[in-house]
């Protein structure tokens, strides 16, 4: 068994796991819109399914969130 630390939290997994496993696994919502960092360095989405992960890997899942203004008229 391998440590991760997911979000801040340990977890144990059985390697191999990919970020795409991980993903999975958390259950993370809006997967497709998700923003993953794997020891502070951002995994380009088209390697979620390939990138391997290892003992003592910190992954982040990061969601940008566009602002904008909201006008109430009467």
């Known amino acids: 068994m391998a440590k991760l630390i997911v979000n801040g939290e340990a977890q144990e997994v059985q390697l191999p796991v990919t970020v795409a496993d991980v993903i999975r696994e958390n259950n993370v919502a809006q997967p497709e819109m ?41």
């Open 34 to 74: 998700v923003s993953v960092q794997v020891n502070e360095e951002f995994v380009d989405r088209e390697e979620f399914a390939t990138f391997q992960l290892n003992d003592g890997d910190e992954i982040d899942f990061l969601y940008f969130m566009g602002g904008g203004a909201f006008h109430f008229q009467k």
